[in-house]
């Protein structure tokens, strides 16, 4: 019995060894915008980043210098206002590709070759900045409209997955959401997002206490 006390004891040990809190340092983030369309306003305060969303959308980008191979993502995040989203259905369309917080996982691989000139502004922002090549992307959204668990692609690229995920309320009014994949990901950077400009949504939220294990 004591065996086994000892050996959980060790396990423990080593996963909290693994994890790893994410600095929301506003000097290691770059602030992307999308060619017309309004950028949120985005300050970092309280050891948070916070979103004032306007029927607007724009993300933060985060480079990793090493690939990490990350299997478990967790944060604490809050939202107030109205996101106008109202079935799994819109949820899945473009005009209802919206969300209160998206967490992405921006996933390391050979890109598909399309001349630069070719590339939105913002993609050129996007390979300027990351330091390892990349093909795909996995967003974390928190209360969706979707069974925590499931996923969809994004209506805008085959190659954006979303997963739903769920959130428990906490005692000081921050919602805990936390997912594990079944197979770890190789992840160059994170792309940190709220956006309401496809449903005319207006509403703040924040996020604190990002943790990749």
Do not use: C
């Not at 306003?41 to 979103?51: M, R, T």
């Not at 191979?69 to 079935?87: C, E, M, P, Y």
């Not at 996933?107 to 990351?130: A, C």
């Not at 330091?131 to 994004?154: C, E, R």
């Amino acid at each position: 019995m004591l065996r086994r006390f000892v050996f959980l004891l060790l396990m423990l040990a080593a996963v909290q060894l693994n994890a790893e809190q994410i600095v929301l340092d506003q000097d290691d983030f770059k602030h992307i915008h999308f060619k017309r369309i309004t950028p949120n306003q985005v300050s970092f305060n309280d050891d948070a980043i916070h979103f004032d969303v306007n029927k607007s959308a724009s993300f933060l980008l985060l480079a990793f210098d090493d690939i990490r191979i990350i299997r478990r993502v967790s944060f604490q995040w809050q939202a107030d206002g109205t996101l106008n989203k109202n079935s799994i259905e819109h949820e899945m369309s473009r005009k209802g590709d919206d969300a209160w917080l998206r967490v992405g996982l921006i996933i390391e691989g050979q890109p598909d070759h399309v001349p630069e000139p070719l590339l939105p502004r913002w993609m050129k922002q996007v390979r300027q900045t990351l330091k390892h090549q990349f093909n795909k992307m996995v967003y974390l959204i928190p209360d969706a409209l979707h069974t925590p668990g499931d996923t969809w692609k994004s209506p805008f690229s085959s190659d954006v997955d979303m997963i739903s995920v769920g959130s428990r309320v906490m005692d000081d009014g921050w919602k805990q959401a936390s997912y594990e994949f079944t197979s770890p990901q190789n992840v160059v950077g994170l792309w940190i997002m709220a956006d309401g400009d496809n449903t005319g949504s207006i509403f703040e939220s924040r996020l604190r206490n990002l943790v990749v294990e």
